[in-house]
């Protein structure tokens, strides 16, 4: 059988919790995992050697935390204390600094991390979660109208429902044309 593939190039943010498309969940396996950090190699740091079991449980911890963080706050409720700590400490365990360099006609900066791979990794994703949950672009969040999707997405349109027209939206045309011709019973 086929594995979904999770909606990437949203938020960073929303592609981390788009990680269980159709039940199939990204950090399973270190190859599953190691294939969406391929996907996300621009946005995340450079793996230095697969994923243990731990390192998987560990992005799974904080998938759920920016989950239970990014719900009530989305619906304007105050998320959990230890929630809002759990990602702040993952922040601090790797800060963030400028790395500035010449790129041949300027100074450019560079946001860098140093640390254990892991480390940096669960520190960029805490960040990405924290812009997002204090940027107005929260509110604009949805969830995908397919059934049984559970993908998140910021939409360019606000007429946007699905995460894919050619996915859940051709199945929810698909049911509407067969609740229309069905006969009847």
Sequence with gaps: MD???PLTGEHLALDLLNTRPGGFDVFDSPESAADWLAVEADRLPQPTGPLSDADLGALRAVREIVLAVLVPAARGDRPARQHLASLTRA????PAYGRLDWDGARVTVTTDRDGPYVTRL???LAAAAGELLSSDALGKVRMCEGPDCTTMFIPANPRRQWCSPAVCGNRVRVARYYNRHKLPS
């Design 91 to 94: 922040q601090r365990d790797a």
């Design 3 to 5: 594995r979904p593939t």
């Design 122 to 124: 669960l520190a960029t």
